[in-house]
């Protein structure tokens, strides 16, 4: 136990950090005080008595890291990494300004952030990602991350729970911040401790239960923690919102409630008078080691050719890049004989985490393996991948290098019908900020598809078809992030086809039928959905008298047909659309293209109607 005299100098920086939360929240006119207060003990003895961090480079592999799932306690955040050090305490009032990296919930805008938190139930899968990677790195970092009662409540904190258990990730320490209320009210459990502690002991955590302002038993608590072993570890902190702030202390209606100014400078006052003037202890730093850089080598073999599904493609080549650079890892949602990332993890079962029916977490933790200097593959069928939409949102905003592969997109999956049959995810993934999509059509595009992901820095969808598909490149064919291919072309084109995937090899048969009867039209792959090249679909539809019409295996609204009419709406060519209007049933595959009018005698139908 530390010495008395470093428990008071801790309930100091406690005192400060309050203190800082409280100036900084009055002065942005808005934010979370109270439940900064809540945390403020925790946060001290977790900085400045466990936490093994280098100020000049948080981000280091041997460094310590915290996450902050409870991310509306940011002031309380960026007031720790100021008695750190790290932050100067002056920009403490600059909070929430619009010139300010000091926002309203943290972001990696700042560099002791790995990902952005906010989103409340996130942060426990992040930590889990966070701890994976420095096991793969073989560092003896911890991860400590702080969670709000309120957000337990939130199944991808026991999502992640579950899976930490199973993986033994010791080095994984949670904290709980049960403070017994939330926004509007008292949460789930108020105070219930003893649920608190049986349910995390039955999903196989080690538990302690504290009391969240006593110093002593926090500091305690947190040193065995760090300690154990074969298990993750959590601190259930019985704590009291707004503790310390005189007249808002543990009274509920103060959520996301800055103090008056006369308030504060009671709040601010009577906090000071409670300093024992101690010097803050000293942050405990790694022990340095020198980490390997990782070599990476040129690829080896070649992509596959023939007549292979994407999806079977995409395991190959992740093979075929895991073997070229050791930072490549994949994960997946018990679907892996299916997305064949399965053929990853028989090459690199150490680099291969297997995440269960959870995509929730498994973005998370991918987002966590990422902050890691890792490069995650994530796969699961692409409508799957859709439960996990605020992980990806916040992926995004983090700008967190993920890459994600869904499987069995669009009707051409065929019999299992449409709750398995992705035709939603290209408007998704269209809509995250700098997000990459990319749609592949045959073994040799899906390899590229892969390498492109990996060599791009941010969020990356690759879209794969279930179905076996003829061949269309040579092995050397050459793809760009933004770039398309013209396959068919010739200067009496009076459509210029645009699709990808499957509809790309209807296209085909479809400009082989036309042609027989004298019609020519212009097939164009669209293999990267997002960014478009504006300039190629813009001469190509200036090209074609009867303009451009996309064929897609998606529903209208946000897929290829809107990637084009978005890239020429404000020019005189015109834009004609084929999609999935409808929910559709179950049927064979090439039945269900044509039911749905995505198929080859559909396009045929529609370039003479367009004639």
């Known amino acids: 136990m530390p010495t008395d005299a470093r428990l008071?100098?801790?309930?100091?920086?406690?005192?400060?950090?309050?203190?800082?939360?409280?100036?900084?929240t009055t002065a942005a006119g808005s934010g979370h005080p109270t439940s900064c207060a809540s945390a403020a003990d925790l946060t001290?003895?977790?900085?400045?008595?466990?936490?093994?961090?280098?100020?000049?480079?948080p981000r280091?592999?041997?460094?310590?890291?915290?996450?902050?799932?409870?991310?509306?306690?940011?002031?309380?955040?960026?007031?720790?990494?100021?008695?750190?050090?790290?932050?100067?305490?002056?920009d403490l009032t600059q909070l929430r300004q619009i010139d300010s990296d000091l926002e309203g919930h943290p972001t990696p805008r700042l560099p002791f952030v790995d990902v952005a938190t906010g989103?409340?139930?996130q942060g426990l899968g992040v930590g889990l990602g966070l701890a994976l990677g420095?096991?793969?790195?073989?560092?003896?970092?911890?991860?400590?991350?702080?969670?709000?009662?309120?957000?337990?409540?939130?199944?991808s904190v026991w999502e992640a729970a579950a899976l930490a258990a199973h993986a033994k990730v010791d080095n994984l320490i949670g904290i709980v911040d049960v403070n017994g209320l939330g926004q509007s009210g008292p949460t789930m459990l108020d105070h219930d401790m003893r649920t608190y502690q049986r349910r995390f002991a039955a999903f196989g955590w080690r538990t302690v239960v504290i009391d969240g302002h006593d110093m002593a038993q926090i500091t305690t608590a947190v040193r065995r923690a760090t300690r154990g072993r074969g298990a993750p570890s959590v601190i259930l902190a019985r704590t009291v919102k707004g503790k310390g702030l005189i007249g808002v202390e543990g009274l509920p209606g103060w959520h996301g409630k800055a103090l008056p100014s006369d308030a504060a400078e009671k709040v601010v006052a009577e906090l000071e008078q409670r300093r024992h003037r101690l010097p803050a202890p000293p942050v405990r730093r790694p022990r340095r080691r020198s980490l390997a850089k990782p070599i990476v080598q040129p690829l080896a073999g070649d992509p596959l050719t023939g007549e292979i599904a994407?999806?079977?493609?995409?395991?190959?080549?992740?093979?075929?890049?895991g073997e070229a650079d050791p930072r490549v890892v994949a994960l997946d949602g018990d679907v892996k004989n299916s997305t064949f990332a399965e053929a990853f993890m028989q090459r690199f079962p150490e680099r291969f985490v297997e995440c269960f029916i959870a995509e929730q977490n498994m973005v998370s933790t991918a987002a966590g393996l990422a902050a890691q200097g890792f490069i995650p593959f994530a796969s699961s069928f692409a409508c799957f991948l859709e439960r996990a939409a605020d992980q990806i949102r916040m992926a995004g905003i983090s700008r967190s290098n993920v890459k994600l592969c869904g499987s069995h997109a669009g009707v051409s999956i065929g019999e299992d019908g449409p709750s398995q049959m992705a035709l939603e995810d290209l408007a998704f993934f269209r809509a995250i900020p700098e997000a990459v999509v990319l749609y592949p059509?045959?073994?040799?595009?899906?390899?590229?598809?892969?390498?492109?992901?990996?060599?791009?820095?941010?969020?990356?969808?690759?879209?794969?078809?279930?179905?076996?598909?003829?061949?269309?490149?040579?092995?050397?064919?050459?793809?760009?992030?933004?770039?398309?291919?013209?396959?068919?072309?010739?200067?009496?084109?009076?459509?210029?086809?645009v699709a990808a995937g499957i509809t790309l090899h209807e296209a085909l048969a479809a400009h082989d039928e036309l042609a027989g009867d004298g019609i020519a039209v212009r097939v164009i792959d669209l293999y990267c959905v997002k960014p478009v090249d504006v300039a190629a679909l813009l001469e190509a539809g200036r090209a074609c008298p009867q303009g451009v019409l996309t064929v897609e295996d998606h529903y209208m609204e946000g897929g290829i047909g809107a990637a084009v009419l978005e890239a020429l709406g404000d020019t005189e060519v015109r834009v004609?659309?084929?999609?999935?209007?409808?929910?559709?049933?179950?049927?064979?595959?090439?039945?269900?293209?044509?039911?749905?009018?995505?198929?080859?005698?559909?396009?045929?139908?529609?370039?003479?109607?367009?004639?």
């Not at 001290?44 to 480079?57: K, L, N, Q, T």
């Open 134 to 155: 420095a096991r793969l790195a073989r560092t003896d970092a911890r991860v400590f991350v702080l969670m709000g009662d309120g957000e337990v409540a939130e199944g």
């Open 60 to 90: 280091d592999p041997v460094s310590d890291r915290f996450v902050l799932s409870k991310g509306h306690a940011a002031p309380l955040l960026y007031a720790a990494w100021a008695a750190v050090g790290l932050v100067d305490r002056h």
């Open 119 to 121: 989103s409340l139930g």
């Open 576 to 611: 004609h659309r084929l999609a999935v209007r409808e929910i559709p049933r179950s049927g064979p595959p090439k039945k269900l293209l044509e039911r749905y009018g995505i198929g080859r005698a559909a396009i045929v139908t529609k370039v003479r109607e367009l004639m």
């Open 441 to 497: 059509s045959d073994g040799v595009s899906t390899d590229a598809a892969v390498q492109l992901a990996a060599s791009r820095k941010g969020p990356v969808y690759i879209r794969t078809t279930r179905g076996k598909t003829p061949a269309i490149y040579p092995e050397d064919a050459a793809f760009t992030v933004g770039g398309l291919k013209v396959l068919r072309r010739s200067d009496r084109d009076r459509v210029a086809i």
């Open 310 to 321: 994407t999806r079977e493609a995409y395991g190959h080549a992740l093979v075929r890049l």
């Open 44 to 57: 001290a003895a977790v900085f400045f008595d466990a936490m093994r961090i280098d100020p000049d480079h």
């Open 8 to 24: 008071l100098a801790l309930e100091d920086v406690a005192t400060q950090l309050r203190i800082d939360s409280v100036r900084a």
